[in-house]
């Protein structure tokens, strides 16, 4: 089997993790493969044609309902009404309709009035309860930070401080509009500190860094998994698919890591590590630097494996099979850093590239088969169903100075798996015997009843009993007594 045959279930080119409008930046399967900046022009362009349609159909439905209210009108003796009267009634109607149908479509109606606004500004009960110490440490280190910018930190406080104010009257608004405000959020402050502020790029970033874990450890418990989404769900499906997916070797992925070596063991044991300690982050920064530890992890146990640096062909296996063996919390994190993370750390740099190859990984193991793993489909369903699992490795094919822990280990999981399969051929005969005894009742049971219907028993009267000898002597109490032998002596 060639190395390319191999591979065909896994490999990806690297060209597919970019946008796939030719921008140049990663892409990424939530935002249907293009960049957060592509997708938001695409999102953008399909909202305003939506309600264009909209706009449309209410106009129509309000000329139909216009033409039938004045031939009802006219069909009931509308006569008697003057021509200025009906007109000036007309002109109400379709003042208050037209009213009705710009606030049902206007920004307006979803971000709130202005009146709502003023009084955002007011400090609310919400903002105002008490904190866990990680806000508090994270206010109180933002504040330190924007001290060094003087005005222009004073600026960035205030507009942050008025966005935190204006979320907590848009958690009703659905998940992907908090994510909305919070993107036009981030755009808007950039590009603010680099046209007015002349703020250089590099400090941009430092500051939008800032501004996120600011907002984000505010705003995580209320976005991150809200019940109005299936994100736990989708969570709860990869998590049990994962467990299904527990007999995967890293032989049948391809897998150019040698867990022997013990620095490579140790490399494998940090990289699950940093995948499971993603869920335990709060801000989507943090979640995906642990995603960046974790593949370079990957990266230097595949160095240590092969002598060699590590290509993309090596690493996105290699994660699967981390993903595969720590089986951590994915969709819930991978929305949330979708969401509410700084666009622009995850269009480039190696951060965009990681979590992209980490969305890719999600996306094989939910679609792996038999033929991305080069078995036959009667192997796998056996596989999957628990009946069975791959052979493990022989004892003659061990190195000298492999781990006699781990070779005995082998030897334990070979003899579980022969008692596994002597079990289930006893409970399979065992059923097979219990059936076969359920089976020759009935049949005996049936044939006592043909027996019984063929030959019904009939059950006689009993006889009279036979009369006495002297039962018809009605004096045998006058008869003498017997006689009684008698000896006389000579």
Not at 243 to 255: D, F, Y
Not at 430 to 449: F, N, P
């Amino acid at each position: 089997m060639s190395l390319k045959s191999e591979r065909r279930g896994i490999h990806v080119d690297q060209s597919e993790l970019l946008c796939k409008k030719g921008c140049g930046y990663y892409g990424n399967p939530a935002w249907q493969g293009f960049c957060s900046k592509c997708w938001r022009e695409e999102y953008h362009k399909a909202r305003q044609k939506q309600i264009q349609e909209d706009w449309e159909l209410a106009e129509r439905l309000q000329r139909e309902e216009e033409e039938a209210f004045a031939s009802s009108q006219s069909s009931q003796g509308a006569q008697s009404l003057t021509f200025s009267k009906f007109e000036e009634k007309k002109t109400n109607e379709k003042t208050r309709k037209v009213t009705t149908v710009k606030k049902f479509f206007s920004a307006s109606s979803r971000a709130g009035s202005k009146k709502e606004i003023q009084e955002a500004k007011a400090p609310s009960p919400s903002i105002n309860r008490q904190t866990s110490i990680e806000t508090d440490r994270v206010s109180k280190e933002f504040i330190e930070f924007l001290k060094t910018f003087h005005k222009t930190g004073q600026e960035i406080y205030k507009q942050t401080k008025l966005f935190l104010e204006g979320m907590h009257y848009k958690r009703d608004l659905s998940i992907e509009e908090q994510s909305e405000c919070a993107q036009d959020f981030y755009h808007n402050v950039a590009e603010r500190m680099q046209t007015r502020g002349k703020v250089p790029p590099e400090r941009v970033e430092k500051i939008m860094d800032q501004i996120e874990k600011y907002i984000m450890t505010r705003l995580y418990k209320y976005v991150f998994c809200p019940e109005t989404t299936d994100d736990e769900k989708k969570d709860l499906a990869i998590q049990k698919r994962i467990r299904a997916l527990r007999w995967v070797t890293p032989q049948m992925l391809c897998v150019p890591v040698n867990e022997d070596i013990p620095e490579v063991s140790d490399m494998v044991v940090k990289a699950i590590t940093d995948i499971i300690e993603m869920d335990s982050k709060r801000v989507p920064r943090d979640k995906l630097a642990c995603i960046t530890k974790c593949s370079k992890h990957i990266f230097n146990a595949i160095k240590i494996t092969k002598n060699e640096p590590a290509s993309a062909d090596d690493f996105l296996p290699t994660l699967i099979y981390i993903v595969l063996k720590g089986n951590p919390r994915l969709q819930s994190n991978i929305q949330y850093i979708t969401r509410f993370c700084n666009p622009s750390r995850l269009m480039t740099g190696e951060d965009g590239y990681y979590f992209t190859n980490l969305c890719c990984a999600v996306a094989f193991i939910e679609k792996l088969d038999a033929q991305s793993l080069n078995l036959s489909q009667e192997d796998f369903d056996r596989y999957m169903s628990g009946q069975t699992s791959p052979r493990k490795q022989e004892a003659e094919s061990w190195s000298p100075d492999a781990c006699l822990g781990v070779k005995q280990m082998y030897k334990n999981l070979d003899l579980l798996s022969q008692l596994n399969e002597r079990q289930e051929r006893i409970m399979n005969e065992a059923k097979k015997l219990e059936k076969d005894l359920i089976d020759w009742t009935d049949g005996i049971a049936r044939e006592v009843q043909d027996i019984v219907e063929k030959y019904p028993l009939e059950i006689k009267p009993p006889n009279q009993p036979l009369a006495a000898i002297d039962s018809e002597n009605v004096e045998n109490d006058k008869l003498p007594p017997p006689l009684q032998p008698q000896v006389y002596a000579g």
